[in-house]
Structures are given as structure tokens and as C-alpha cells.
């Protein structure tokens, strides 16, 4: 991939992305050889007007073997200095950039159980840090091809031509060509994702249903103070920023512990670096009461175990099925790309922007009003070419999606 267009890629994270405001600090997440586009991305932060740039490197080999030798104390032990470095992060708000190249596979045989158990040993440390930070600062994910990510994707093809074709699609994803102008493109995008949500916002709709073939069969109620996003957001000192690089999705919070029936999903979960394929979840009363996986069973049970919010809903999104993703034919196998593909939920915590007036409101409003709050926030996608999605306000039913896309009457 020409280096020109790679660099044209990293300002769009810096600038479009994560919006950098003069004098802010950065923390970029990224795996240890994706070194060469970290370097050029903290050279473009640094343009965009960073005040300095934190690298976190990640190593999925490294964490495997931690997983491997470490005790189980000392993997639940939050150290001193991470716990400065998190409280330094909800002092100076800085802007943090995600950057995915990960192995689907990468984490395959690792000890689920140990790696649940520290988890939730940490969460009670960690969240006061992660609720200090919500709506006060920019963030958002991207991604750069891995070899073994690329050859996963498109086993046909030898190493190196799977890598450049998983570079081309990435780009295509986000808007970014030789000749564009890929922030006035992000523009259009996001003006388009803004009608959508007024729309829906608008309806105020009471409930959703959602019905296909392959069986699912459910229902969830929406907050009624809530409404519904998408594109673009904003912090609470009105800094826009775009969390998701690419994203197709609006998306709402619906109210926890109200939802019935089941979700059948219809693309594979990369989860902790390791698969899950072909399952379903039952809900009862708004909480998983069943689910079934053909494959990474124990994995969907500890998943759903993390916590009480693990098992609700934190949120629904509607993604047609003639969305560029979908339509590309790529299955990735990676959340960030596959669940903008398709209609999803996500089983976790939910969001507060998603409510009205959520600026001037604590975490605990929001999640007064009904917003799921947990260690995980999952998305697994649902649709499918026969999905039916429809909304029902005072009981009078509006259609949302017919035959997996936008129904006619939008």
C-alpha cells in the first residue's frame, strides 16, 4: 500500500477520528508490530496539535503466556502506577485512539476462567476511572491489517496479496481513496446517518419487534426519555469526534430489564481472541435465561457470567443489508467492521448519550432511567436478508426494516 495514502488514512484518525484539539494529550492503543503506522499516526497526532502521545503496546502472544504463568492474584491486581495512570486519564480527558490488527485466533487456548475471574477482580478499580471520563473526551477505533488477520480473511491468497487486499477494503470502508477528499466524504456520511436517527428519534417509539426465519423472535422496549445515534458525536465541551472509523449503525440504549424472546445471530464473535459460531439467546424479563453456541460454548457462558449487566441488553442497532460492508461479501471477523454489516445488539453496558440531556446528567441518572451498566459491552450481529423490524408506539405498528433494509415507507 502506497505510503501517501496510508498517511492521508492516519489523519483521518487524528483529525476526523479522534478531532485532537490543540494542547490535548493522546493514548494510543496498538499492537507491537503495527509499528511503522504508529509511527506514522504519532507523527500526525503530533500535527493535529497533541500536547504528547502515550503509546499502550499490546502483544496477543505476550498475554497468552501472562495468562499462562502469572497467579490469579497477581493478574487481579491492579498496580500503583496503572491506577495513577488511570486517574491521570480522568484529570487531563485525553483523547484515546484504538487500533485493531489483532488475530481473530490470537487468544485461542488461553484459560477462559482465569482471565474472567481477574477481569471482574479489576472492574470495581478500574470503573470509577471509566465513569470519571464518560462524554468528557474523544475517542475511537480503528484498524490496520495484520498478515495473519489478512490470511485469515482471504485464505485463497498468498501472504502478502491477502495483506494489501485487506488494506484496500479497510480504506474503502472509511472514505479514504488517492484522490479524495476523505473528511468532506465524512461529512456527506454523517449528515445521512442524522437523518436516520431524527427520524426514529422522532417516533418515540414505545418498543421494537424484530422477526426472521431462522428464528428469531423478539421484542425490546426503548427508554422514553432516550433517543437514538449514529456518525458523529460529541463531547460535553462540544468537541466532534467519530468513535467508530468505519461505522454504518444507528443505534439507541433500550430500557434494561425489558425484552422477551430470542436472537439468533448470523455472523461468527470474535471474542477475547477466540470464536463463537452459531448461537442464540434466549431473554426473559430483559435477562439471557438460554443460549446455545455450536462452537465456543464455554466461552458464551463465561461471557454472559461476567456480571448481573452482562446478561441485558445495552443496545440495539439497525444497519440495512445493502450496506457497503455487507455488500463487499467480507466476512472479518472482527466486531468493528462485521457488526456494520448487519442489524445488532449488544449485551452489556449501555450508552448514556443515547438519553436526552445526558450532558448535564450523572452516570447514575442515566442509569436510574434504565441504562444497562457492566464489565463488557459485546456486539453480536442478527441480520439477515428476511429481517422484519418494527416499531409500535401507542400501539399502532410502523415498519422499520422489511427484507433486512429500510422499509419503503422512510
Not at 195 to 215: P, Q, T, V
Not at 335 to 346: G, P, S, W, Y
Not at 366 to 393: P, Q, W, Y
Request: charged content about 25%; overall charge negative; glycine content about 6%.
Amino acid at each position: 500500500m502506497q505510503k501517501t495514502i496510508i498517511r492521508k488514512y492516519a489523519r483521518l484518525i487524528a483529525r476526523v477520528g479522534a478531532n485532537i484539539q490543540k494542547g490535548q494529550p493522546v493514548r494510543l492503543f496498538i499492537n507491537a508490530d503495527q509499528y511503522d503506522f504508529a509511527t506514522v499516526l504519532v507523527d500526525e497526532c503530533y500535527k493535529a496539535g497533541a500536547s504528547r502521545v502515550d503509546i499502550d503496546w499490546d502483544w496477543q502472544a505476550i498475554t497468552k503466556l501472562d495468562y499462562r504463568y502469572r497467579t490469579l492474584k497477581s493478574l487481579s491486581t491492579v498496580q500503583k502506577w496503572q491506577e495513577e495512570r488511570l486517574k491521570l486519564m480522568a484529570e487531563e480527558y485525553p483523547c484515546r485512539i484504538i487500533i485493531i490488527s489483532d488475530d481473530p485466533d490470537g487468544l485461542k487456548g488461553i484459560n477462559q476462567t482465569k482471565m474472567q475471574k481477574a477481569q471482574q477482580a479489576r472492574y470495581p478499580i478500574i470503573k470509577p476511572y471509566r465513569d470519571a471520563i464518560e462524554s468528557k473526551h474523544q475517542w475511537t477505533i480503528a484498524a490496520v491489517p495484520s498478515h495473519v488477520w489478512a490470511k485469515k480473511i482471504f485464505p485463497a491468497l498468498k501472504k502478502n496479496a491477502a495483506y494489501e487486499k485487506l488494506w484496500e477494503e479497510i480504506l474503502a470502508t472509511v472514505h479514504v481513496t488517492k484522490d479524495n477528499d476523505p473528511v468532506a466524504a465524512w461529512e456527506e456520511h454523517n449528515r445521512k446517518l442524522k437523518e436516520r436517527c431524527e427520524w426514529l428519534s422522532a417516533c418515540k417509539f414505545d418498543y421494537l419487534e424484530y422477526h426472521s426465519a431462522n428464528g428469531t423472535d423478539f421484542k425490546a422496549w426503548l427508554i422514553p426519555q432516550g433517543h437514538w445515534c449514529g456518525g458523529a458525536e460529541a463531547t460535553k465541551q462540544g468537541v466532534i469526534f467519530n468513535p467508530n472509523l468505519p461505522t454504518e449503525e444507528v443505534f439507541t440504549t433500550p430500557m434494561k430489564g425489558r425484552a422477551e424472546g430470542t436472537l439468533v445471530a448470523t455472523k461468527p464473535l470474535s471474542y477475547e481472541g477466540q470464536m463463537i459460531e452459531d448461537f442464540s439467546i434466549t431473554f426473559k424479563d430483559g435477562k439471557a435465561v438460554s443460549w446455545k453456541a455450536e462452537k465456543g460454548q464455554s466461552l458464551l457462558d463465561k461471557m454472559i457470567g461476567m456480571d448481573e449487566g452482562a446478561a441485558m441488553l445495552g443496545e440495539l442497532a439497525l444497519i440495512p443489508k445493502d450496506s457497503p460492508i455487507n455488500e463487499s461479501g467480507i466476512l472479518y471477523y472482527e466486531t468493528l467492521f462485521d457488526e456494520n454489516a448487519a442489524c445488532h445488539v449488544a449485551l452489556g453496558m449501555g450508552f448514556n448519550d443515547t438519553i436526552d440531556g445526558y450532558l448535564d446528567m450523572t452516570n447514575e441518572e442515566c442509569r436510574a432511567l434504565g441504562v444497562n451498566d457492566s464489565i463488557i459491552h459485546v456486539d453480536f450481529m442478527i441480520g439477515a436478508d428476511d429481517l422484519e423490524v418494527t416499531g409500535f408506539k401507542d400501539g399502532k405498528a410502523t415498519p422499520i426494516f422489511r427484507n433486512g433494509t429500510w422499509a419503503d415507507a422512510l
